[in-house]
T-cell receptor, first 113, second 114 residues
Framework: QKEVEQNSGPLSVPEGAIASLNCTYS??????FFWYRQYSGKSPELIMS????GDKEDGRFTAQLNKASQYVSLLIRDSQPSDSATYLC?????????????FGKGTTLSVSS | EAGVTQFPSHSVIEKGQTVTLRCDPISGHDNLYWYRRVMGKEIKFLLH????????ESGMPNNRFLAERTGGTYSTLKVQPAELEDSGVYFCASSQRGRPYEQYFGPGTRLTVT
């Protein structure tokens, strides 16, 4: 079983809709969860971090964490064409020494105007 | 505040040659990480420095890869001799001492070995 799994997409949504991106992870005791946004040819940009169960909101972005079900999601409200990018889920697994992040392959989001 | 910078942005070398990649972390960030993304795969961890010390190098693929961080500032990653499977994008990331998991990435160096 892969450690961090994401649907590669592409996920296509119309402008103004809610985009929902999902991520599952294998290590039940993982503690730290992150969403990165990566535009084509650019660096991954940290957009959200979440450490405890529940929702965390930041502007149009909401991260949701459910440790019992081992998934973390990212909701993007009022999606804009500028949100079109690849979204990477990353976790820190407690069964791995150190503070390295484990990444999923990413989900490509396309927002059409 | 300047972000993480990497040089070069792109390098094309022949199999058997040597390449050195450089990373300048965000000023004041003690933690420096190297990651690599091979085409079609996820970003994978290579190693982690805390200041000038190697904290974790469990992701280094083999002894053809040598990383250094002299003086705890910039870091270099040397591949010698390069093999075809070393092709990919090499990312550097840095984070503050008290917030190691919130890592900020550089633009990456795209390495092509022919």
């Amino acid at each position: 079983q892969k450690e961090v799994e994401q649907n590669s997409g592409p996920l296509s949504v119309p402008e103004g809709a809610i985009a929902s991106l999902n991520c599952t992870y294998s290590d039940r005791v993982s503690q730290s969860f992150f969403w990165y946004r990566q535009y084509s040819g650019k660096s991954p940009e940290l957009i959200m971090s979440i450490y405890s169960n529940g929702d965390k909101e930041d502007g149009r972005f909401t991260a949701q964490l459910n440790k019992a079900s081992q998934y973390v999601s990212l909701l993007i409200r009022d999606s804009q064409p500028s949100d079109s990018a690849t979204y990477l889920c990353a976790v820190n697994l407690l069964n791995q020494a150190g503070t390295a992040l484990i990444f999923g392959k990413g989900t490509t989001l396309s927002v059409s105007s | 505040e300047a972000g993480v910078t990497q040089f070069p942005s792109h390098s094309v070398i022949e199999k058997g040659q040597t390449v050195t990649l450089r990373c300048d972390p965000i000023s004041g960030h003690d933690n420096l990480y190297w990651y690599r993304r091979v085409m079609g795969k996820e970003i994978k961890f290579l190693l982690h420095f805390v200041k000038e010390s190697k904290q974790d190098e469990s992701g280094m693929p083999n002894n053809r890869f040598l990383a250094e961080r002299t003086g705890g500032t910039y870091s270099t990653l040397k591949v010698q001799p390069a093999e075809l499977e070393d092709s990919g994008v090499y990312f550097c990331a840095s984070s503050q001492r008290g917030r190691p998991y919130e890592q900020y990435f550089g633009p990456g160096t795209r390495l092509t070995v022919t």
